[in-house]
């Protein structure tokens, strides 16, 4: 039997108390599994968060399948993607690495131009009620090289979108 102030009102409060325990129970419960359960980033895509220089635009990128905790390591399977930024579409990701919550990519010169990227994901990252990532999953620095020159650098974080069936 509950003693103290929480027995009290399960006591006197009957039905209602008992159902509101309930739901405080499965709530918790609910949280702890989101906490603990990785998320599948595996049908999506990366895209920015916010207004970034001209010369990137919105930079959006699709990669491998991730498995991201909110606490512990990243891991990836298949290193390869594409990424989107400004105005260069379908540049090929290559030589993609997680380690530990950094990851970081180049992708293939296409007219001139490549990028590379280097970031981390955020421990305990905001998730919705369904256990989904929601805000910053991933922060970093991205690179634009022109020619093989450094042409223009800009810290970059990104959401992730999955889609849609």
């Known amino acids: 039997m509950l003693t103290g102030p929480i027995g009290t009102y399960l006591r006197t409060k009957g039905a209602q108390a008992v159902l509101l325990a309930c739901i405080l129970v499965l709530a918790t419960e609910t949280a702890s599994a989101q906490r603990k359960t990785p998320a599948l980033l595996d049908w999506g895509e990366f895209q920015s968060i916010g207004n970034l220089p001209r010369e990137f635009g919105q930079v959006i990128f699709a990669i491998g399948e991730l498995k991201v ?10 290193a390869a993607g594409v990424l989107e930024a400004g105005g260069v579409t379908d540049s090929k990701i290559f030589g993609a690495r997680v380690e530990g919550r950094k990851l970081s990519f180049a992708t ?11 970031g981390a994901f955020p421990e305990n990252y905001a998730v919705d009620r369904h256990g989904t990532p929601s805000g910053v999953i991933l922060a970093g620095t991205l690179v634009r090289v022109e020619k093989g020159n450094e042409a223009a650098r800009t810290r970059v974080s990104f959401r992730f979108q999955f889609y849609s069936d």
Not at 69 to 78: A, D, I
Not at 108 to 118: C, H, I, P, Q, S
């Open 69 to 78: 905790p909110r606490l512990g390591k990243v891991t990836l399977q298949g």
């Open 108 to 118: 293939r010169e296409k007219n001139g131009v490549a990028y590379r990227f280097n």
